[in-house]
């Protein structure tokens, strides 16, 4: 497998607090990797600065063969596209319904016609196990579940190659986020996308992910699949792997 995504040597610091201090990992294409460690350890800092939301100190990250730290502007607007973002609390749009969330890239971004776009939202709607009565809901209107699927098929709108989700089954019932868990899985495997996910859900981690970065002490103190995990003498790691299986 090709590597996708490259982290190397990262360091970040936010007003004079460090929080990575030579990050380091590779992400391969057509996996998905966890990025864990305990709270305020800088998982979502890291995925931020991953879809250049935020920027780093020094080090570099490379994504899909491009360095971000001194990527042009037209440049960037062109990578991003290759992406697509599920927020942790979904970051729908209030005023818009889920038909015109799933829209907004599409109108953004591409000079496809209506009747188009209409087709694609459709069948986003679809792929993510939506109705499609339920394109003209609110997002006051529907459950926490439904957001993270209106959510995720925007993310999905420009037919991504990466995927990025922070916390993707946080603030769900055990059901809906299991659900959710099999949703990623056949998605991955439907539209053969790369997978980077935040998360501290333990049964979420177990069923979905190939390979996992531990961030603890601002260092990777642990990269590589869930088979030997419990032989790292990290404290963090024996704690919240404890009595897992």
């Known amino acids: 497998m090709s590597t996708i ?20 990992l590779t992400i391969k294409q057509g996996e998905i990797y966890g990025l864990l460690g305990p709270s305020g ?11 250049m939301l935020q920027d ?6 490379e994504i899909l063969g491009q ?3 001194n990527i042009k502007h ?7 596209r290759e992406w697509g973002v599920l927020f942790q609390a979904g970051a729908l749009f209030s005023s818009l319904n889920i038909k015109e969330n799933i829209s907004l890239p599409l109108i953004e971004y591409t000079d496809l016609s209506k009747k188009m776009i209409d087709e694609i939202v459709e069948f986003k709607i679809n792929l993510v196990g939506l ?24 993310a999905l709108a420009m037919d991504p190659k990466l995927l990025f989700l922070d916390e993707p089954t946080s603030g769900l019932d055990p059901i809906s ?19 980077v996910m935040v998360s501290h859900d333990l049964q979420s981690i177990h069923d979905t992910l190939d390979s996992v970065a531990i961030i603890d ?17 990290s404290k963090f790691i024996q704690t919240f792997f404890k009595g897992a299986n």
């Open 5 to 24: 995504i490259k982290v190397n040597n990262l360091k970040t610091v936010l007003d004079d607090r460090v929080i990575h201090d030579g990050l380091n």
């Open 41 to 51: 350890c800088g998982k979502t800092t890291l995925l931020r600065e991953m879809v």
């Open 56 to 61: 780093f100190h020094s080090g570099s990250i």
């Open 67 to 69: 360095n971000i730290g």
């Open 74 to 80: 037209k440049q960037a607007q062109k990578l991003r």
């Open 131 to 154: 109705k499609s009565e339920d394109a003209l809901l609110y997002p006051s209107q529907i459950s926490g579940g439904m957001k993270k699927k209106s959510a995720l098929a925007r």
């Open 177 to 195: 986020a299991r659900e959710f868990d099999s949703l990623i899985l056949k998605l991955r495997k439907l539209l053969g996308l790369s997978i």
């Open 217 to 233: 002490e601002k260092k990777i103190v642990y990269e590589g699949d869930l088979s030997d995990i419990k032989n790292s003498d």
